[in-house]
T-cell receptor, first 113, second 114 residues
Framework: DAKTTQPPSMDCAEGRAANLPCNHSTISGNEYVYWYRQIHSQGPQYIIH???NNETNEMASLIITEDRKSSTLILPHATLRDTAVYYC??????????????FGKGTHLIIQP | NAGVTQTPKFRILKIGQSMTLQCAQD?????MYWYRQDPGMGLKLIYY???????DKGEVPNGYNVSRSTTEDFPLRLELAAPSQTSVYFC?????????????FGEGSRLTVL
């Protein structure tokens, strides 16, 4: 699986858009980009995933660059409850793809009031 | 619909003791996973299962065992507990593999080995 690089921490003002970057320069053509978050030692929560096109759901938007070497997770109107560790994960099919996802250290996003 | 339920939430063990962490899901998911998370670190995969009767090792399986006799349950057994197994353990499940389906996590089981 391709390695991802994320900043260890970021701040964002409440009500503003939070933009979380992720570099994955060694990503291969069949690998997806996933985002999960973990709020205060709870179990991680799925946010969004994509392959090459930008994706949007009720929680966030995922912008993937054309060369797929980086992506940005956007929380459009951050609230205090969005304070969490955000994990960017790259994963593709390998041997059936059943062996889960690898979670690194992620980005600790702190929403400031 | 409770999702993924883990018990116990907290446990203190003495070195050399054994115990089983329970995990149950009511979503009829085929895929189930056990992760551990050490303080300030990401999650590491211990074992996973693609269906009843089928289990396989993840990244850090030593010191643990699993079984999957039913679709719903995926217990994690710790034999001869060691201080290095002090961690938070998360169970997860997914309808399809983690590639195309989201993982649903339990609330975690916090284990301390003294």
């Amino acid at each position: 699986d391709a390695k991802t690089t994320q900043p260890p921490s970021m701040d964002c003002a409440e009500g503003r858009a939070a933009n979380l970057p992720c570099n994955h320069s060694t990503i291969s053509g069949n690998e997806y980009v996933y985002w999960y978050r973990q709020i205060h030692s709870q179990g991680p929560q799925y946010i969004i995933h994509g392959l090459k096109n930008n994706e949007t759901n009720e929680m966030a938007s995922l912008i993937i660059t054309e060369d797929r070497k980086s992506s940005t997770l956007i929380l459009p109107h951050a609230t205090l409850r969005d304070t969490a560790v955000y994990y960017c994960i790259v994963r593709g099919y390998s041997g059936g793809g059943a062996d889960g996802l690898t979670f690194g250290k992620g980005t600790h996003l702190i929403i400031q009031p | 619909n409770a999702g993924v339920t883990q018990t116990p939430k907290f446990r203190i063990l003495k070195i050399g003791q054994s115990m089983t962490l329970q995990c149950a899901q009511d979503m009829n998911h085929n895929y189930m996973y056990w992760y551990r998370q050490d303080p300030g670190m990401g999650l590491k995969l211990i074992y996973y299962s693609v269906g009843a009767g089928i289990t396989d090792k993840g990244e850090v399986p030593n010191g643990y065992n699993v079984s999957r006799s039913t679709t719903e349950d995926f217990p994690l057994r710790l034999e001869l507990a060691a201080p290095s197994q002090t961690s938070v353990y998360f169970c997860a499940s997914s309808r399809t593999s983690g590639i195309t389906g989201e993982l649903f996590f339990g609330e975690g089981s916090r284990l301390t080995v003294l």
